[in-house]
Antibody, heavy 114, light 107 residues
Framework: EVQLVESGGGLVQPGGSLRLSCGASGFTFSKYWMSWVRQTPGKGLEWVAN????????DYVDSVKGRFTISRDNAKNSLYLQMNSLRAEDTGVYYC???????WGQGTLVTVSS | EIVMTQSPATLSVSPGERATLSCRAS??????LAWYQQKPGQAPRLLIYGASTRATGIPARFSGSGSGTEFTLTISSLQSEDFAVYYCQQYNNWPYSFGQGTKLEIK
C-alpha cells in the first residue's frame, strides 16, 4: 500500500523558517518525480514545487521562488520542503504528492502568525 | 500562468440524478487535465487524468471529456458519497494550476 506521511508543520512567526518532511512507502520512491502542493485560504489549491527522480531538476511556483527549497533523500525515501522568510499568506495545509497525481499524503498544517 | 475557471461554484443535485461540472482553461492545455474530489479534512483524490481516463478504482459513473480549453466532469447517477468539492487541474504548463472548485451539494 502506498503511503505518504508529512510532518514538520506548526506555528511560526512571520519571517521564520520551517522544514517539512514526507516519508514515502509502498512504491519505488527513487523512480518518481515528487511534489509539494498546498491549500491556503487565499489561493485554494496551489502546486508549489516539483523535484525530479534524482533531484537534478526542480520547479517552483513564483510565489515561493527564492524562499522555499524542495529536496529529497532517495536512500531514506524522504521528501523535504525547506521554507524560509515565511509570510502570513503561506498559511495552509501542505501536501506531499507523487507527481503523477495519484497519491497524496494527509497534509500538515502550517500557520504563519505573530 | 494558465487560469482555470470552474462553473458553477455550487451545484445542487438530488441523489440518483446526473451532475455536470465545467472547467475552462485560459489557453489550451491539450488533454493534460485532471479532476479531483475532496471531502472535508481529506486530501484531494484523483478521479480523472488525461481529461477522460478514470484513475484506478474510480467508479464508472464518473466520466471526463473535452480537450483544449473546455472540459466537463459528469457523474451519471449521484450517490451519497459523491457530495464533495471537485477541482480541475491543468498539468500542461508549469506552474500547474487548479480551478477554484465546484461544491456539489444535496438538493
Amino acid at each position: 500500500e502506498v503511503q505518504l506521511v508529512e510532518s514538520g508543520g506548526g506555528l511560526v512567526q512571520p519571517g521564520g523558517s520551517l522544514r517539512l518532511s514526507c516519508g514515502a512507502s509502498g512504491f519505488t520512491f527513487s523512480k518518481y518525480w515528487m511534489s509539494w502542493v498546498r491549500q491556503t485560504p487565499g489561493k485554494g489549491l496551489e502546486w508549489v514545487a516539483n523535484i525530479k527522480e534524482d533531484g537534478s531538476e526542480k520547479d517552483y511556483v513564483d510565489s515561493v521562488k527564492g524562499r522555499f527549497t524542495i529536496s529529497r533523500d532517495n536512500a531514506k525515501n524522504s521528501l523535504y520542503l525547506q521554507m524560509n522568510s515565511l509570510r502570513a499568506e503561506d498559511t495552509g495545509v501542505y501536501y506531499c504528492a507523487r507527481a503523477d497525481r495519484y497519491y497524496w499524503g494527509q497534509g500538515t498544517l502550517v500557520t504563519v502568525s505573530s | 500562468e494558465i487560469v482555470m475557471t470552474q462553473s458553477p461554484a455550487t451545484l445542487s443535485v438530488s441523489p440518483g440524478e446526473r451532475a455536470t461540472l465545467s472547467c475552462r482553461a485560459s489557453q489550451s492545455v491539450s488533454s493534460n487535465l485532471a479532476w479531483y474530489q475532496q471531502k472535508p479534512g481529506q486530501a484531494p483524490r484523483l478521479l480523472i487524468y488525461g481529461a477522460s481516463t478514470r484513475a484506478t478504482g474510480i467508479p464508472a459513473r464518473f466520466s471526463g471529456s473535452g480537450s483544449g480549453t473546455e472540459f466537463t466532469l459528469t457523474i451519471s447517477s449521484l450517490q451519497s458519497e459523491d457530495f464533495a468539492v471537485y477541482y480541475c487541474q491543468q498539468y500542461n504548463n508549469w506552474p500547474y494550476s487548479f480551478g477554484q472548485g465546484t461544491k456539489l451539494e444535496i438538493k
